[in-house]
């Protein structure tokens, strides 16, 4: 074992590394990441003690050769995602620590909550972004295409307890500066206070290098998305099951809140529950389109001209490609809705 930080997700029934300094690894169990290591039980038990104290800790190992170092990420939930262990000899002093950054995604109501580091890491500016009531779709890159992207979107889809995920992404940040950005997630089934399940995605980031070139982007799905873009058309990834908004595949639409609107179908106009679920029906073997009042950036309502085609994200695994706009006239007039609605 080589002498840097190694970080280690505690979310499963072992703890498992998911990076060694920078360089992201893919969910190793501890056992099998330190199988030749001698100090293996000593930092299996250093990791225990820590997420069970919380904190980090300082020990020896049993020969006094070795001292481990444990720092935790935890939630602002409280609940620990990993700890960061070190091993090294006594009189030398640990390598600089790259700081994870914790997050997690509530799944049934569509809002991301994250952490400074985790949105330092990704390339936000911590001190302007907010760490709560966060879209998910806040949390992914906007226009870019990850390779790995749609994994994670299925997994938000599908909120199966006991998925992961792990890989590494290049990200701009928003100095606008190459970055690039390790991750690790896992979906869980976690009881709320008053005694009801919720499916939640607990992550954590951190900022990564790449050991050799980077991975092929998909150029081509880039470019065919670029090349049907539209003026005043903004084209995003929805949750068919509760219209919660994904991932903008253009610039995020500015003529409706789209940070309440697109956070779940509470948020449409009580009035066109049953335009919804004529689109449902439609989009079940093609396209959907209609004329949607969503939340404007008054608080009043904004109609929405919304046409969704039903996708294939992953095996078996459905997302709509929501296409907005604005309305014209005439789209106006045969929806009958009046475009003065109150708040």
Known sequence: MNHDWLLVETLGSEPAVVAQGRRTKNLIPISAFLRRNPNLMAIQTAIGETVRAGQGLSSITPKNDRVIRTEVIQMSDGRIHGVHVWVGPPDMEPPE??????????????????????????????????THGRVLAEDLPKRDLNPSEAKVLSMAVRREP????????????????????????RTLCEEQDEGADRPVLRAMNWRSEREGSSDPHDYLAQRILNGLAQSGVHRALVDLSNWTLLKWLDDPAAFFDWRASMAGEHVVHPGDRAQMARMIEEFGSGAGAGVLRMV????????????????????????GLATLRRPTTEELAAS????????
Request: with cysteine; charged share 15%.
């Open 97 to 130: 620590r790259p700081v994870p950054g914790p997050l997690i995604w509530d799944l049934s109501s569509g809002i991301a909550t994250g952490t400074a580091e985790s949105l330092a890491n990704t390339g936000f500016d911590p001190h302007k972004a907010a």
């Open 162 to 185: 006991g998925e992961t995920f792990c890989s590494t992404w290049d990200l701009t940040d928003h100095h606008g500066e190459a970055i690039t950005v390790g991750f690790v997630a």
């Open 296 to 319: 404007a950036m008054d608080g009043a309502w904004a109609p929405v001209h919304v046409t969704v085609n039903r996708v294939e994200l992953d095996q078996n695994t459905y997302v």
């Open 336 to 343: 009958g809705i009046d475009s003065s609605t109150d708040a």
